[in-house]
């Protein structure tokens, strides 16, 4: 699930916003006027690769220790 970067032209808000699918990321409103007139930020490609690599050690942590316990 990629986190987009959005800016929206009505308010000049940047936001963050999670997106399930390609077309939902067409259709984000903004988080504080609500417009659908935003522009989505191409960013998030290299740090996809290092969110996954830390969320995988993350979850292998927790498997270890619900062993233990
Ligand atoms: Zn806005």
Not at 10 to 18: I, M, S, T, W, Y
Not at 21 to 35: E, H, L, N, T
Not at 47 to 66: D, T, V, W
């Amino acid at each position: 699930m990629p986190i987009y970067e959005y800016h929206c032209n009505d308010c000049n808000a940047d936001f963050e916003q999670l997106v399930f699918s390609s077309s939902q990321a067409d259709r984000v409103p903004c988080s504080k006027c609500g417009s659908t007139n935003v522009e989505r930020k191409v960013s998030s490609v290299a740090s996809a690769g290092a969110s996954s690599a830390s969320s995988a050690a993350a979850a292998y942590s927790s498997c270890g220790s619900s062993g233990f316990s």
